[in-house]
C-alpha cells in the first residue's frame, strides 16, 4: 500500500531527525537518557507526517524546510506524553508498551525531560539554517500558541477538571480541539504555509486539521473499548476504569463511529476545497479513522 511505505519512509526520516536533535544537546546524561527514552519510544509521527503530506501537497521542493518545525513539532508532543503519565496527571504505568518515563526513571528527571523537551523546541526553530527570519516568526508563534495555555495546556487542564464529572458531547469536543487537535492544527497550517499556499487554502486545510483532530480522539476512545492491547500498548477499558467522559460513553458505540464517519467526509470535502484533494492527505484521513493503535 501507497500510505504505509509513505507513513514509514516519513517516520524514519522523523526519528532520525528526533534522535540527531536530542543527543547533539549539551545536557546531564540522564537528562539526555530521561530524554531519549521518550523520542526513542515509537509512536506514529501522526503530526510530523501531517505537516510533511500537507507540504507536499502544495509542492515537492525545498523539504529541508521542514525538518526543524517537524522535529519541533514532536519534541512538544513527546513532552506533553511524558507529564500527562506523572502520577499529579493520568498516573500511568505503561506507554506505547513500555514503562512510563517517570517508571524508568523517577518523577523529577521525568518532569525535567519533559521540560527539557518543550524548550528545546523553539531552540530547534529559532535556530534553523533552512528557514528564514519571517517563517521562524510564524512557526513558533503558531506553535507557542497551540502548545501553550490557549492551546494544549488548556485542553489538559479542562480534561483534568473533567474527571468523573459527566460531561456534554459540546465540552468533550472543546477538550480535544484543545488538548488534542490544536497540535494537529498546526502541522497542517505550518506545512501549508511553508509550502506557500494562498490563503484560502490554508483557511481550508485549517478546517481540515480540525476535523482530523477529532477524528483522531473519537477512533482512541472506540478503541479504548473494541480495540487490542497488544497493538494499542494500554489496557483496554482504562478510560472507563478512571470515569472518563468519552464518545461512546456519551453517545454508545454505534453512534460514536457514526460520528467519526461524518469528520471523515468533512475532512474530504475540506480538501477539495482546497483543491488537493487527491492526495496522500486524503488516504490519511482513512488511516486515521479506521487506524487499530
Known sequence: MILSSYIRDKQKWI??????????????ERLKQSMAYSIDAGGKRVRPILMV????????DDTQKLIHPAVALEMIHTYSLIHDDLPAMDDDDYRRGKLTNHK????????LAGDGLLTAAFQVISSSSHLIAEEKVYVMGELSKAAGPEGMVA???????????KLTIEELETIHKLKTGELIRFAIKTGAYLAGATPPQIEAVDRYGKCLGLLFQIQDDILDVIGDKNLTGKPIGSDEEKEKSTYPKLLGLEEAIQKKEAYMREAIQALSIANIE??????????IGNRNH
Not at 53 to 60: C, S
Not at 155 to 165: R, S
Open 53 to 60: 503530506a500537507t507540504f507536499e501537497a502544495f509542492q515537492k
Open 104 to 111: 524508568q526513571f523517577d518523577e523529577a528527571t521525568a518532569v
Open 15 to 28: 526519528n532520525d531527525e528526533l534522535t540527531k536533535a536530542v543527543q547533539q544537546l549539551q545536557i546531564p
Open 278 to 287: 487527491n492526495t496522500i492527505l486524503k488516504d490519511i484521513v482513512e488511516y
Open 155 to 165: 485542553g489538559q487542564m479542562l480534561d483534568l477538571q473533567a474527571e468523573k464529572q
